[in-house]
């Protein structure tokens, strides 16, 4: 199973990035799907998730910031992230599981590659 992600870069603080991650089209029916990130020295975070029925959840610190969203035509997972801060530098990743789903404690089975996220002052 291939995740695949895109839309990383460099952007100033204050500046706006999406990110896209590609998967199967039943990834979109039936599992629970969402992006984490890594910065250097730090542990792995959950930053959003979605389930299959179009829940959402985020971290605290990116609330009114970022927007997960999916289209399932074209069986693409999206993350909108407008006014962004240095602190959200990182590697970021998308994931599924179609088990538990995606939520805060656990590993997804399915992950993409990763993309770099840097966000300069």
């Known amino acids: 199973v291939q995740l695949v992600e895109s839309g990383g870069g460099s952007v100033q603080a204050g500046g706006s990035l999406a990110l896209s991650c590609t998967a199967p089209s039943h990834f979109f029916v039936s599992c629970g799907m969402g992006w984490f990130r890594q910065a250097p020295g730090k542990e792995r975070e959950l930053v959003s998730s979605?389930?299959?029925?179009?829940?959402?959840s985020y971290l605290d610190s990116v609330k009114g910031r970022f927007t997960i969203s999916r289209d399932d035509a074209e069986n693409t997972l999206r993350l909108r992230m407008n006014n962004l801060k240095t602190e959200d530098t990182g590697v970021y990743y998308c994931?599924?599981?179609?088990?538990?789903?995606?939520?805060?404690?656990?590993?997804?089975?399915?992950w993409g590659q990763g993309t770099q996220v840097t966000v300069s002052s």
């Open positions: 979605i389930s299959p029925d179009g829940t959402t």
């Open positions: 994931a599924a599981d179609c088990v538990v789903g995606v939520r805060v404690g656990m590993t997804p089975r399915y």
